[in-house]
């Protein structure tokens, strides 16, 4: 019975979807935020220390090695290092 009504209105039935897709649209974006996952990339922190070494000695002999394996890792996007005076060394 319902299924004959459809058949014979055609463009009835057309208008009606059209307006259940719009309706689910309209609410689609209306969903707040924060029920979406927050999404953080993973990272990591590698420290090091040389004890009397300038930054310069640091980076040279310390920063550059680990730059150089870390740099191979898939999916590494960018990382970011600093070496001190006081002989510390940070890459993350």
């Known amino acids: 019975m319902i299924a004959e009504f459809f058949i014979k209105r055609p463009i009835f039935a057309n208008v009606i979807a059209f307006v259940t897709i719009l309706i689910g649209l309209v609410f689609l974006f ?3 935020v924060a029920q979406y996952p927050e999404i953080v990339p993973p990272t990591i922190q590698i420290t ?3 004890p009397g070494a300038s930054a ?3 980076a040279a002999t310390i920063g550059i090695p680990i730059e150089q394996a870390v740099n191979g890792v898939e999916g ?3 990382m970011s290092s600093t070496s001190s005076s006081d002989g510390s060394y940070s890459l993350t």
Do not use: Q
Request: proline residues 8%; charged residues 25%; positive net charge.
């Open 30 to 32: 209306r969903l707040p």
């Open 56 to 58: 310069e000695v640091v």
């Open 76 to 78: 590494s996007i960018y």
């Open 48 to 50: 090091a220390r040389y």
